[in-house]
């Protein structure tokens, strides 16, 4: 109710009172594509059906987590109790490896019949591939490398970083569909809930006879976490001299769970192979701590890892660039410095 000023007979002044119309909450349902591995689902998944959840609680919408390949079996329940309320299956042999064709034509169909107004998926090298495509296809607009997400009025508002990680934007749409791919360890996951059963659709759209199909799949490093997801990472720079030194970085990784990467010039130099290159012309992560050993902070460099949570520099060189990027720093020789971390990280872990 809100008092409006009105006049009586003799002019006096007298309040009444009007109704105003109610805002009305505009629903937004949510699609995450869900990707998965070796019958498991990738916990970047989870992260995003556990933002999608909180964004679809505050518009009273509904999150469909879209899974695609040939045996697809228990991967809905797994994405069930982080907040997806169904879960749309695409199985066919032919999805068994990812194909780009085939992925945007099924999403384009299940957007056409479910009309989510948002479409998330992972800023990997699937999401970097099919999302600009499915843009296209759709008429939609496209955030890519998001690292927050939040609702204005019913509509998608992405935070993402611009000139190489200068600076962050955040970019609104016009489109009714809204499209973005976020990096990994951008948001955290709901805690697990127990019990949770999602509605499960399953689908067999129309997918056009493949071009192009995938005829290898070479496995990387049996173990190791790709960087792109790994909350710990451990790189090192040209100052590790030769591939022989980076033995010092796995084994302080081992301590603390972390993905072993380099810098452009370590890669260059051949100490490392080039799926361990972080930066502009590697991989861009986004980790909750990453350790810069033996690099100087090239602007290429810190283009790819700039957003982590906690950055923390090890450098003989007190003018090093890394240093004005980082959290913390530590001024020394890395060989002197990284074996005595590595033994107080032990009795860290060893007394938790």
Same mark, same amino acid.
């Given at each position: 109710?809100?008092?409006?000023?009105?006049?009586?007979? !003799?002019?006096?002044?007298?309040?009444?009172?009007?109704?105003?119309?109610?805002?009305?909450?505009?629903?937004?349902?949510?699609?995450?594509?869900?990707?998965?591995?070796?019958?498991?689902?990738?916990?970047?998944?989870?992260?995003?059906?556990?933002?999608?959840?909180?964004?679809?609680?505050?518009?009273?919408?509904?999150?469909? @987590?879209?899974?695609?390949?040939?045996?697809?079996?228990?991967? +809905?329940?797994?994405?069930? @109790?982080?907040?997806?309320?169904?879960?749309?299956?695409?199985?066919?042999?032919?999805?068994?490896?990812? *194909?780009?064709? /085939?992925?945007?034509?099924?999403?384009?169909?299940?957007?056409?019949?479910?009309?989510?107004?948002?479409?998330?998926?992972?800023?990997?090298?699937?999401?970097?591939?099919?999302?600009?495509?499915? /843009?296209?296809?759709?008429?939609?607009?496209?955030?890519?490398?998001?690292?927050?997400?939040?609702?204005? *009025?019913?509509?998608?508002?992405?935070?993402?970083?611009?000139?190489?990680?200068?600076?962050?934007?955040?970019?609104?749409?016009?489109?009714?569909?809204?499209? /973005?791919?976020?990096?990994?360890?951008?948001?955290?996951?709901?805690?697990?809930?127990?019990?949770?059963?999602?509605?499960?659709?399953?689908?067999? +759209?129309?997918?056009?006879?493949?071009? @192009?199909?995938?005829? !290898?799949?070479?496995?990387?490093?049996?173990?190791?976490?790709?960087?792109?997801?790994?909350?710990?990472?451990?790189?090192?720079?040209? /100052?590790?001299?030769?591939?022989?030194?980076?033995?010092?970085? *796995?084994?302080?990784?081992?301590?603390?769970?972390?993905?072993?990467?380099?810098?452009?010039?370590?890669?260059?130099?051949?100490?490392?192979?080039?799926?361990?290159?972080?930066?502009?012309?590697?991989?861009?992560? *986004?980790?909750?701590?990453?350790?810069? @050993?033996?690099?100087?902070?090239?602007?290429?460099?810190?283009?790819?890892?700039?957003?982590?949570?906690?950055?923390?520099?090890?450098?003989?060189? +007190?003018?090093?660039?890394?240093?004005?990027?980082?959290?913390?720093?530590?001024?020394?020789?890395?060989?002197?410095?990284?074996?005595?971390?590595?033994?107080?990280?032990?009795?860290?872990?060893?007394?938790?």
């Amino acid at each position: 109710m809100v008092p409006e000023r009105s006049r009586g007979v !003799e002019g006096t002044p007298r309040l009444r009172s009007v109704t105003t119309p109610k805002e009305e909450k505009i629903m937004t349902d949510i699609l995450v594509l869900g990707e998965h591995a070796d019958g498991k689902v990738k916990k970047t998944t989870f992260e995003l059906v556990s933002k999608a959840s909180q964004l679809a609680g505050e518009s009273g919408g509904k999150v469909f @987590c879209l899974f695609i390949g040939n045996k697809v079996g228990d991967l +809905p329940g797994q994405v069930a @109790c982080f907040g997806a309320k169904a879960a749309i299956v695409v199985e066919d042999e032919k999805l068994a490896n990812y *194909n780009t064709i /085939a992925f945007k034509e099924i999403l384009v169909q299940v957007i056409n019949q479910f009309k989510p107004s948002i479409v998330l998926g992972t800023a990997s090298p699937t999401g970097k591939d099919v999302f600009p495509r499915l /843009a296209v296809s759709v008429k939609a607009g496209l955030a890519t490398d998001a690292i927050e997400l939040r609702l204005d *009025n019913g509509k998608l508002v992405a935070k993402r970083p611009v000139f190489s990680g200068k600076t962050l934007v955040e970019v609104s749409y016009k489109t009714p569909v809204q499209l /973005a791919t976020c990096r990994p360890n951008s948001f955290p996951t709901n805690e697990a809930s127990t019990g949770a059963a999602p509605e499960i659709i399953k689908l067999s +759209p129309q997918i056009s006879e493949l071009r @192009c199909v995938m005829k !290898e799949k070479v496995q990387g490093v049996v173990g190791k976490q790709d960087l792109t997801e790994a909350e710990i990472i451990v790189s090192g720079g040209r /100052a590790m001299a030769n591939a022989d030194n980076f033995k010092i970085l *796995n084994a302080m990784a081992d301590v603390i769970g972390a993905t072993v990467g380099a810098s452009r010039a370590a890669v260059d130099s051949g100490y490392a192979p080039h799926d361990m290159q972080v930066g502009q012309t590697g991989k861009v992560v *986004n980790p909750k701590l990453y350790m810069a @050993c033996g690099i100087s902070g090239a602007i290429q460099h810190l283009a790819g890892m700039r957003t982590s949570k906690v950055i923390v520099a090890i450098n003989k060189d +007190p003018e090093a660039p890394i240093f004005s990027k980082a959290d913390y720093g530590i001024v020394g020789d890395l060989f002197t410095v990284i074996p005595l971390l590595t033994d107080e990280l032990k009795k860290v872990v060893a007394e938790s």
